[in-house]
């Protein structure tokens, strides 16, 4: 595969603000520090923001069932944040 075909991680000046205010959240270091090919989804919700990062590598059936998500509120301040696979154990990917 050549190098433009693949994902990289995001360069943090091209990151949208909600994304950038995340980067410090633990749980999201913790993700980059093994995510290889990574994915950033930013959701404006009533309160807030809520920021999802994927790892691409592990992307089945229109999902990517591991990822961090941090919520935030307006004030970019965080206020939840998780990290792990969204799957049964018996679904695929079987990692």
């Not at 595969?1 to 270091?29: F, H, I, N, Q, Y």
């Not at 941090?70 to 939840?80: F, K, P």
Request: hydrophobic share 45%.
């Amino acid at each position: 595969m050549d190098d433009a075909a693949r994902l990289a991680k995001a360069k943090p000046e091209s990151l949208a603000e909600p994304a950038k205010a995340t980067m410090a959240a633990a749980g999201v270091r913790a993700f980059h520090h093994f995510a290889e090919r990574v994915h950033v989804k930013v959701q404006e919700v009533v309160d807030g923001y809520l920021v999802t990062w994927s790892d691409v590598r592990f992307w089945h059936q229109r999902g990517m069932p591991f990822s961090a998500a941090v919520t935030l509120d307006r004030n970019m301040n965080v206020l939840s944040e998780r990290i792990g696979w969204n799957k049964k154990s018996w679904q695929p990917p079987f990692v």
